[in-house]
């Protein structure tokens, strides 16, 4: 059964941290590359965040996010997580972890994902 459940959203004032975590069943999980995206509202595009590769570990981040940010992976735990720290409002987004397709070439278009979780609201106050 394919399983994507992400934990650790909340209420954070800005300059703060949290820690988002992505628990997937083994068969979401194993040998596959895994990404987080955010949405800041219903109807906006789902922007890509940070991604890391099952086969070499790099790590990709998107713009706004570079320095703040840092994606890492347990692999005995079968989870992904998402440490942000020095958050601003503008990070005010439901957070959604995605497993990447087999073959996929890229690491930052959402069409390069095959599963997603529900997500997880984040809220930073000024």
């Known amino acids: 059964q394919v399983q994507l459940e992400e934990s650790g959203g909340g209420l954070v004032q800005a300059g703060g941290s949290l820690r988002l975590s992505c628990a997937a069943s083994l068969r979401t999980y194993s040998s596959r590359s895994m990404g987080w995206f955010r949405q800041a509202a219903p109807g906006k595009e789902r922007e890509f965040v940070a991604a890391i590769s099952w086969a070499t570990g790099n790590k990709y981040y998107g713009d706004s996010v570079k320095g703040r940010f840092t994606i890492s992976r347990d692999n005995a735990k079968h989870t992904v997580y998402l440490q942000m720290d020095s958050l601003k409002p503008e990070d005010t987004a439901v957070y959604y972890c995605?497993?990447?397709?087999?073959?996929?070439?890229?690491?930052?278009?959402?069409?390069?994902?095959?599963?997603w979780g529900q997500g997880t609201q984040v809220t930073v106050s000024p």
């Open positions: 995605a497993a990447r397709r087999a073959g996929a070439v890229g690491f930052s278009s959402r069409t390069e994902y095959e599963y």
